[in-house]
Nanobody
């Protein structure tokens, strides 16, 4: 089993920035990819970005150029730097981990990100 603990959500004004962090523990040797999904009210959960332990990165089109995902393998931690935030980025953000790209086997508890003036 893998446990994921997120931090860094909150309320920010449009155009602002936030940084999310997610630390993994447990059977971390089974993890190949870590990433971030989000779910807005009334919408399906969607993949925002993920990164393999070799550095292969995917971004959803809606966040390209604004969000940056990074990973510290020594600390078993993944980060999501979110810049130029928009109201439509408002959602609960979930950390994920798994064995295959774009497939989550484990989930964090979620952290709320609200972009509003």
């Amino acid at each position: 089993q893998v446990q994921l603990v997120e931090s860094g959500g909150g309320l920010v004004q449009p155009g602002g920035s936030l940084r999310l962090s997610c630390a993994a523990s447990g059977n971390i040797f089974s993890i190949y990819v870590m990433g971030w999904y989000r779910q807005a009210p009334g919408k399906q959960r969607e993949l925002v970005a993920d990164i393999s332990n070799g550095g292969r990165i995917y971004y959803a089109d809606s966040v390209k150029g604004r969000f940056t995902i990074s990973r510290d393998n020594a600390k078993n931690t993944v980060y999501l730097q979110m810049n130029s935030l928009k109201p439509e980025d408002t959602a609960v953000y979930y950390c994920s981990a798994g064995k295959l790209l774009h497939v989550a086997d484990y989930w964090g508890q979620g952290t709320q990100v609200t972009v509003s003036s």
